[in-house]
């Protein structure tokens, strides 16, 4: 496994976080609460959690089983891509990703999710991609379905964020 490598699409560059990547995830996602409306998380909430946050991408750089890409656009961060939690005895890893409010619409989550699929499955040799969204969150679904990925699973209530209630939809990208 090589763990996170450049990745070229026709209109993207998916490559390894830098350090000043931090100042724009707190401006476009950690300011901004519909960025993070539907995951409750937010690892950029504050310019320090942001440096941190990718502090620790660029130190995990080394880990062949580490995938975490910055998601460019005309040569401007538009988003973040990333694979986690990988389990070797089922060949299975979860993936998640953010594009930027000012760029949603446009196909880039397709685009960058498509192209890490393939990568995950075509040269790492990872059999299934696993993710999940909220089921309110039409963009997320769009971009998934797009990419390929099947909805296998829907866990009825199972997400609490900011005191609301969603089912969690499961969907997967499996090789045969």
């Not at 090589?2 to 993207?12: I, N």
């Not at 901004?32 to 950029?44: A, C, I, K, L, R």
């Not at 969150?137 to 829907?154: D, H, I």
């Amino acid at each position: 496994m090589r763990g996170t490598v450049e990745l070229k699409t026709e209109r993207l560059v998916l490559r390894k976080h830098q350090s000043e990547d931090a100042a724009v995830l707190f401006d476009k996602f950690g300011s901004d609460p519909q960025m993070f409306e539907y995951s409750g998380w937010n690892p950029y909430q504050t310019r320090a959690m942001a440096v941190e946050t990718v502090k620790s991408f660029i130190n995990s750089y080394d880990d062949p089983h580490f995938y975490g890409w910055g998601i460019e656009y005309e040569g401007k961060l538009i988003g973040t891509v990333g694979a986690y939690d990988y389990d070797a005895d089922k060949n299975r890893i979860e993936i998640g990703m953010s594009i930027e409010r000012a760029s949603w619409g446009r196909g880039f989550a397709t685009e960058a999710l498509t192209a890490v699929l393939h990568y995950l499955n075509d040269h790492e040799k990872i059999k299934t991609v696993t993710a999940w969204c909220a089921s309110d969150n039409r963009g997320s679904q769009t971009a998934m379905k797009k990419a390929g990925m099947q909805m296998t699973c829907v866990e009825e209530g199972a997400l609490e964020i900011n005191g609301k209630t969603y089912d969690k939809q499961i969907f997967e990208y499996t090789t045969l």
